[in-house]
């Protein structure tokens, strides 16, 4: 069977029917009562669930339609969780028993029990289709089907506002609106034809106004214009009749333009504009497909017409530019001081008039806006309307924001933003509303890693099967369209531009919240007397736990239904996880430093048969996992992050779906790791501390895609013989993992670290992207390096490279990421040939003597960072800055950091002018940025890692512009007194 879908829309219905066909195979050898049972709530069930897809498809349904729609929704999930515990006796009774005589008398002994299960299965159906049946009748007693939707209230289109703005009153809008202005005016090549540019942005950011401000500031510079909103449901009719309209067309005599169809209507507009230089304003497209339709009657002419779109949706941003990103502008949310000079402009007339005793409280309130303009406005024009500026009427609208939209709909007016931000969420497929509504368990401004959101999402049952791909591939790509939506705001992205952890506007998260309570679908509690209240079953849990817990609170409350628990905060309480039947995802963060090694005990979660997910993070915190986990038969990640492990119950190696083990450095596992076969990450897997029948089990874990590996002992010095052992292990093991994407080394430890002749990566890793070896290095670049044409990320420690080293480096075709320390002082010059490294996007080489370094012209033609880690010692005999920088054409930041013992000022000035005059070559880039770090004092041994920061700025002795740079941004000198190494 596919992976079935839970969703907020229609609950657990597809999983649940899904079941019920199973059941009614011969596999489960049902009572005959029962399979009649069976079959009626599945048709019954099969009715239900269409009636909730029409629903979903409806943007106003009645109330009583959505209240009837809940209770089916509640109604799916108790019907799974009955079939799943019937599932559960079932397999237990099938998997115990016995073979042989004494099995065939315990067969016979347990007969009538089980025949008495299975009648007593029976029952409990005959109770659930009683549930059914009162369900259904209700849905004809009242003509649900009748009112599913009703007429739409006339409401205001939020654009007017931004429409309608007063220039002179916004804030921080001058900076894009003049970068854009200069986009569309810029001499090119092609200056003078058709240029199409594109806003996208998180709805509310000021999109719209933005546009708006710059067709007003404009508009007189063309023959024509025309301002037109799109939205949701396009009439592409309208559309084009309102831009004939406004752009000055006027229909023969006796013709009803009304009539016209659309052929009729493109053509009419395309010759209307077609001589003449024009500029369209295209507001708020949701679909590339109505802009396809549009762009047909937008004429190719040669008379500098200018075109503004915006957007939600970046992939619709791109398509409106033709891919040409350098024309797609994305919104940013307001700084921290434009946000305080409009809240306080609306208020005060100024920030300076702010009272002191506001202070505080409009700060906090500021940060729940998060930059939005449109909340700031709507807000401070509430404050604003209140007479006496009282800090308790303040302090209540900042209490009222962190509640949630609904509340403040009716408590503060915010009609505005709750439309403009429910026109994105109603615009989401059902899927994405599930994954949507799923992030309200994490605390506001929480860094949401994308694996983790996606495993979780898999555990839950949001993700359906797609052709190809596994669930997992299928949930990052719908986190992916999530951020392609401006739905949730991205944080770390990686050298491909991938997006890997992301970030939930606060306002966005308030609109998250009230639809979660609206549809039960995730309670939040941030105090634990807050759980006596809860009138429905709690579906999904998440806890926000500070100080001590009153455990009676959470033992009086209903929680066998819940299938998500997440615990966020100081506290490190465990609440007890018995009661949880149906748990299938439980993540424990606790924020609380424990030097005393606080015992966190899951013991009882060994009953939790199916929980598919679970991640424990802390800080010192020892943890105890249960003694016979390998009874967790549905787990699939299991993840332990800043914790101490008690040990590793030797049943572990059993759990025969488990998909993703991470786990500190350091850790013993027990022996059988080889019967993990369904593995597919692996960190931080110990050579030192695990055994060598361990080591050598790696070899059979060939679903591995992600590795990481860790050497963490002395044994290295101690005994030689024995780690040379563990590492031809180790070689061998290697050699059988075809499938791995991500592999990264990591010793740590003192001595010897050389690795020629302990590790080789063999020529089967043609799937291998992302290479790191840290903390060890290599004589020369490994000959084997070559082969791995998949490889984006490589970063590779080496004494020395030589120029054969490089050719081969830079024929690698996949290759977007290099960072390259060489430990030794080059013999040879490292030239960069113009034909190497086609798709290398970031740079980082460490070496002692810069100079040695040569960029030809040509060379790394994608290349848009370069960092240079450099030694200055011994300056005046052989410094001099890189040679042919100026022939990197896609160049857009330059770093330097200089360090070693520089003698005098000198020195000093000698090194900060060779790289100056060498930037200064590339003059005319926009966005070229330099910073050199000038350091006193002895350069650590190794050079600087992507993950750890050595260098403590003590003075700051000049920050300046440079003069011969005109279009550079600020070049840095940083003195430094000491060396400090800090885990970054």
């Known amino acids: 069977m596919e992976a079935a879908v839970v969703s907020v829309s229609h609950?657990?219905?597809?999983?649940?029917?899904?079941?019920?066909?199973?059941?009614?195979?011969?596999?489960?050898?049902?009572?005959?009562?029962?399979?009649?049972?069976?079959?009626?709530?599945?048709?019954?069930?099969?009715?239900?669930?269409?009636?909730?897809?029409?629903?979903?498809?409806?943007?106003?349904?009645?109330?009583?339609?959505?209240?009837?729609?809940?209770?089916?929704?509640?109604?799916?999930?108790?019907?799974?969780?009955?079939?799943?515990?019937?599932?559960?006796?079932?397999?237990?009774?099938?998997?115990?028993?016995?073979?042989?005589?004494?099995?065939?008398?315990?067969?016979?002994?347990?007969?009538?029990?089980?025949?008495?299960?299975?009648?007593?299965?029976?029952?409990?159906?005959?109770g659930l289709m009683n549930r059914v049946t009162e369900v259904s009748q209700r849905r004809k007693r009242y003509k649900i089907d009748d009112a599913v939707s009703k007429p739409n209230s006339t409401t205001i289109d939020p654009r007017l506002l931004a429409l309608h703005a007063e220039t002179a009153a916004l804030v921080g809008i001058d900076g894009p609106r003049d970068q854009l202005i200069e986009l569309m005016s810029e001499e090119a090549v092609h200056a003078h034809q058709l240029k199409v540019l594109s806003i996208v942005g998180f709805g509310g950011l000021g999109k719209t106004t933005l546009a708006n401000d710059i067709y007003c500031k404009l508009g007189g510079q063309f023959q024509c214009r025309a301002f037109v909103s799109v939205s949701q449901k396009p009439n592409i009719r309208k559309i084009l009749r309102t831009i004939l309209s406004k752009a000055g067309f006027e229909a023969p005599k006796n013709t009803n333009i009304e009539t016209w169809d659309e052929n009729e209507l493109i053509s009419a507009l395309k010759s209307f504009l077609l001589d003449k230089r024009y500029l369209i304003v295209i507001d708020d497209i949701w679909e590339a497909s109505a802009w396809d339709i549009i762009r047909c009657a937008l004429p190719e002419s040669m008379?500098?017409?200018?075109?503004?779109?915006?957007?939600?949706?970046?992939?619709?941003?791109?398509?409106?530019?033709?891919?040409?990103?350098?024309?797609?502008?994305k919104m940013e949310p307001l700084s921290e001081q434009d946000s305080r000079r409009l809240f306080f402009k609306r208020i005060f007339g100024s920030e300076d008039a702010c009272p002191p005793y506001l202070k505080e409280v409009s700060a906090e309130i500021l940060k729940k806006c998060g930059g939005l303009p449109l909340a700031i406005i709507t807000i401070s024009s509430l404050l604003a309307c209140q007479p006496n500026k009282l800090k308790e009427q303040w302090e209540y609208v900042r209490n009222s924001l962190g509640s949630s939209l609904g509340g403040l709909k009716q408590i503060l007016n915010l009609s505005y933003i709750d439309q403009i931000l429910n026109l994105s969420y109603i615009n989401l497929p059902c899927y994405l509303k599930t994954c949507m509504l799923y992030l309200g368990i994490y605390p506001e401004d929480y860094t949401i890693d994308r694996d983790d959101l996606a495993r979780q999402?898999?555990?839950?049952?949001?993700?359906?099967?797609?052709?190809?791909?596994?669930?997992?591939?299928?949930?990052?790509?719908?986190?992916?369209?999530?951020?392609?939506?401006?739905?949730?705001?991205?944080?770390?992205?990686?050298?491909?531009?991938?997006?890997?952890?992301?970030?939930?506007?606060?306002?966005?998260?308030?609109?998250?919240?009230?639809?979660?309570?609206?549809?039960?679908?995730?309670?939040?509690?941030?105090d634990i007397q807050e759980m006596t209240g809860q009138h429905d079953k709690i579906r999904r849990l998440s806890l926000h736990l500070d100080?001590?817990?009153?455990?009676?609170?959470?033992?009086?409350?209903?929680?066998?239904?819940?299938?998500?628990?997440?615990?966020?905060?100081?506290?490190?309480?465990l609440p007890p996880f018995l009661p949880f039947n149906h748990l299938r995802v439980l993540r424990i963060e606790t924020s609380d430093w424990s030097w005393n090694s606080t015992l966190l005990d899951f013991n009882e979660l060994c009953h939790l048969f199916q929980l598919r997910y679970l991640k424990i993070s802390g800080h010192g915190h020892t943890i105890r996992?249960?003694?016979?986990?390998?009874?967790?038969?549905?787990?699939?990640?299991?993840?332990l992050e800043g914790v101490r492990l008690e040990e590793f119950p030797s049943d572990f190696v059993h759990m025969s779906r488990l998909l993703h083990l991470i786990f500190p450095v350091g850790t013993k596992l027990p022996d059988g790791i080889g019967n993990m076969k369904s593995l597919r990450t692996l960190h931080c897997f110990d050579l030192g501390m695990n055994s060598q029948d361990n080591i050598k089990g790696l070899g059979e874990l060939t679903n591995l895609t992600d590795l990481q590996i860790s050497y963490n002992i002395v044994e290295y010095i101690s005994d030689g013989e024995l780690a040379e052992r563990r590492r031809e292990v180790l070689r061998t093991c290697l050699e059988k993992l075809c499938n791995l994407k991500y592999l990264e080394i990591k010793f740590e430890f003192e001595g010897r670290r050389n690795l020629d002749v302990s590790i080789s990566v063999p020529a089967v890793f043609c799937r291998l992207q992302r290479f790191f070896i840290s903390d060890c290095w290599f004589s020369r670049v490994p000959e084997w390096?070559?082969?791995?044409?998949?490889?984006?990320?490589?970063?590779?420690?080496?004494?020395?490279?030589?120029?054969?080293?490089?050719?081969?480096?830079?024929?690698?075709?996949?290759?977007?990421?290099?960072?390259?320390?060489?430990?030794?002082?080059?013999?040879?010059?490292?030239?960069?040939?113009?034909?190497?490294?086609?798709?290398l996007k970031h740079f980082r080489v460490g070496c002692g003597r810069i100079s040695c370094l040569t960029f030809e012209a040509g060379a790394m033609p994608e290349l848009e960072t370069l960092q240079l880690h450099f030694n200055a010692q011994g300056w005046d005999r052989y410094g001099a800055a890189p040679a042919g920088i100026e022939h990197l054409s896609c160049l857009k930041e330059i770093f330097v950091w200089i360090g070693g013992c520089i003698e005098g000022a000198g020195a000093r000035e000698s090194a900060e002018s060779a790289f100056r005059n060498s930037v200064d070559k590339m003059r005319g880039r926009r966005t070229t940025t330099m910073e050199a770090a000038a350091v006193e004092g002895q350069m650590p041994a190794a050079p600087l890692h992507m993950d750890v920061a050595w260098i403590v700025v003590d003075r700051i002795i000049s920050l300046r512009q440079v003069p011969t740079m005109p279009d550079c941004e600020l070049f840095y000198i940083y003195q430094e007194t000491s060396w400090r190494r800090a885990a970054a």
């Open 457 to 526: 999402w898999v555990a839950e049952g949001f993700i359906s099967k797609a052709h190809g791909m596994d669930l997992e591939e299928v949930a990052k790509s719908y986190f992916n369209e999530l951020i392609n939506r401006s739905m949730i705001q991205p944080l770390k992205t990686d050298y491909n531009g991938e997006v890997l952890s992301c970030r939930v506007h606060d306002m966005m998260l308030d609109l998250i919240l009230h639809k979660s309570r609206e549809e039960n679908f995730i309670s939040v509690i941030d």
């Open 11 to 126: 609950g657990a219905m597809a999983s649940l029917l899904g079941k019920l066909g199973d059941l009614l195979t011969d596999k489960y050898k049902l009572v005959k009562r029962a399979k009649g049972q069976i079959m009626f709530l599945k048709a019954e069930l099969e009715s239900m669930h269409a009636f909730l897809k029409k629903m979903s498809d409806t943007e106003d349904p009645d109330e009583q339609a959505k209240c009837w729609a809940k209770q089916v929704r509640e109604l799916s999930y108790d019907i799974e969780d009955s079939i799943d515990e019937f599932l559960r006796r079932v397999e237990r009774e099938s998997n115990s028993k016995p073979r042989g005589f004494k099995g065939f008398m315990e067969r016979s002994m347990n007969l009538l029990t089980t025949m008495n299960t299975r009648y007593k299965i029976a029952k409990e159906l005959e």
């Open 625 to 639: 996992l249960p003694s016979n986990i390998g009874g967790l038969l549905q787990l699939e990640t299991l993840q």
């Open 303 to 329: 008379n500098c017409s200018r075109v503004i779109t915006t957007t939600r949706i970046e992939t619709v941003a791109r398509t409106c530019c033709m891919n040409q990103s350098e024309y797609v502008h």
């Open 785 to 839: 390096i070559g082969q791995l044409h998949s490889l984006h990320q490589l970063v590779l420690d080496v004494e020395e490279v030589l120029e054969d080293d490089v050719g081969m480096l830079a024929k690698l075709p996949s290759l977007t990421h290099l960072y390259l320390p060489i430990r030794g002082a080059p013999k040879d010059k490292i030239i960069i040939r113009g034909s190497g490294f086609p798709v």
């Open 547 to 573: 100080g001590a817990i009153d455990e009676k609170v959470v033992r009086s409350v209903q929680l066998s239904q819940t299938r998500t628990l997440a615990i966020f905060g100081t506290s490190s309480y």
